[in-house]
C-alpha cells in the first residue's frame, strides 16, 4: 500500500479504500402513534445503540425503557451480535454509525460528557474539524455525544468501537433534523419533506464521507494504515463484491476516477435508501391506523 501517496493528499477511492455498508432496521422499528412519537427499535423493542457492553445497562435519573431499552445483556440482539463480528472481522480504520435528528459530527464517548484522552482523541476532533469546515462551513456540532447532545447515552456502539474493538476512528453522524419542525411531527423532524431538500442532504453527506476517508486516512499514523484484505476489492451495500483489478486496466487514472464515481453512486444509494425507508415504514404503520379506524367506523355504522 502506498501511505506516502495519502499523505501528499492522493484520494484514490477505488484503490485505497475498502468501504463496507451495513444497514440494519426490522419493519417494526419506525412507529408512529398517534402521530406524534418516533423512535427506533428491533422488533423485541431494544435500542440497540443502548445493546452494546461499555457502560452498559446504566440508567440515568430520566430513564425511560419505551425509548432506550437496552435488552436483557450486552449483545442480545442478534443486529448488534452482526455487528460485533464485523467489527473483529473488518478491521475498520474508521466506523460511522448514521442517525438523524441534527446536523453533528460526533466522537465518543456517548456515555459521559468527555472525549478520551491523548494523542488519537486530538487526530479524531482534529478530523471532523476539517470535514466541517470543508464541507460544511463549521456549521456541524463537533464533540463528544455525551458533552454535545445533552444528555449521557450507556452501551453505544461508538464507545464499545473505541475502547474494545480498538478501532482507530470511530463516529457518530446526525446528518438530518429540522430545529423548526412541531415535536407533534415527528417525520418533518427527522427527515427532509421536498425534493430540494432531500437532494442538498444527500449530496451533501455523500461528499462528507468522501472527505472523511481522505481526511482520515491522511491522519492516521503511518503503522495503523494498514489493510486485512485486498486492497482491490470494493464492497457495496448488500455484501456484495465487485472486483476492482486495477493493475489490468489501462489507463490508470481513468481507473481511480471510475473508483471515485462508483463510490460517490454507493454513498448516494445508502442515503437515499436510510431516507426513504423511513417514509415507507412510516407510511405502512400509519396506513395501518387508517385501515384500522376505517374498519372500526364500519362495524359502528352496521351496528
Given amino acids: 500500500m502506498d501511505v506516502s ?6 484520494f484514490v477511492i477505488g484503490e485505497m479504500v475498502i468501504v463496507f455498508f ?14 406524534n412519537l418516533f423512535f427506533l427499535h428491533t422488533g423485541r423493542g431494544v435500542d440497540l445503540n443502548r445493546n452494546w457492553s ?9 430513564y425511560n425503557p419505551f425509548e432506550e431499552d437496552p435488552g436483557t445483556a450486552p449483545f442480545s440482539e442478534p443486529e448488534a451480535q452482526i455487528m460485533q463480528e464485523l467489527s473483529k472481522s473488518f478491521k475498520p480504520h474508521i466506523w460511522v454509525n448514521v442517525h438523524s435528528g441534527m446536523e453533528a459530527l460526533f466522537m ?6 468527555t472525549t478520551p484522552d491523548g494523542a488519537p482523541s486530538h487526530l479524531m476532533r482534529s478530523v471532523l474539524e ?3 469546515h470543508r464541507n460544511f462551513q463549521d456549521s456541524c ?4 455525544g455525551g458533552g454535545a447532545v445533552g444528555y449521557l447515552a450507556h452501551g453505544t456502539t461508538t464507545d464499545y468501537l473505541y475502547d474494545i474493538a480498538k478501532v482507530p476512528m470511530p463516529f457518530t453522524f446526525e446528518i438530518y433534523g429540522d430545529e423548526k419542525a412541531s415535536t407533534d411531527d415527528c417525520f418533518k423532524m427527522f427527515n427532509p419533506v421536498d425534493k430540494i431538500t432531500f437532494d442538498r442532504v444527500i449530496n451533501k453527506w455523500c461528499m462528507a464521507f468522501l ?3 481522505e481526511e482520515g486516512l491522511r491522519t492516521l499514523p503511518d503503522d495503523q494504515v494498514v489493510s486485512q484484505g485486498a486492497l482491490d476489492n470494493w464492497v457495496p451495500m448488500g455484501g456484495e463484491i ?3 483489478n486495477m493493475d489490468q486496466k489501462s489507463g490508470g487514472e481513468n481507473g481511480k476516477l471510475e473508483g471515485l464515481d462508483l463510490g460517490m453512486q454507493e454513498l448516494k444509494t445508502y442515503f437515499r435508501l436510510f431516507m426513504l425507508s423511513t417514509f415507507l415504514l412510516m407510511f405502512m404503520f400509519c396506513s395501518r391506523i387508517s385501515k384500522n379506524r376505517s374498519r372500526d367506523s364500519d362495524e359502528q355504522s352496521t351496528a
Avoid: T
Wanted: proline share 2%.
Fill in 242 to 244: 465487485l472486483e476492482r
Fill in 5 to 10: 501517496a495519502l499523505k501528499q493528499g492522493r
Fill in 22 to 35: 451495513l444497514k440494519i432496521h426490522h419493519v417494526k422499528q419506525f412507529m408512529c402513534q398517534l402521530f
Fill in 54 to 62: 461499555v457502560d452498559w445497562g446504566k440508567k440515568e435519573k430520566d
Fill in 130 to 132: 476539517n470535514v466541517n
Fill in 108 to 113: 465518543p464517548y456517548d456515555h459521559k460528557n
Fill in 211 to 213: 472527505i472523511l476517508f
Fill in 141 to 144: 456540532l463537533v464533540g463528544s
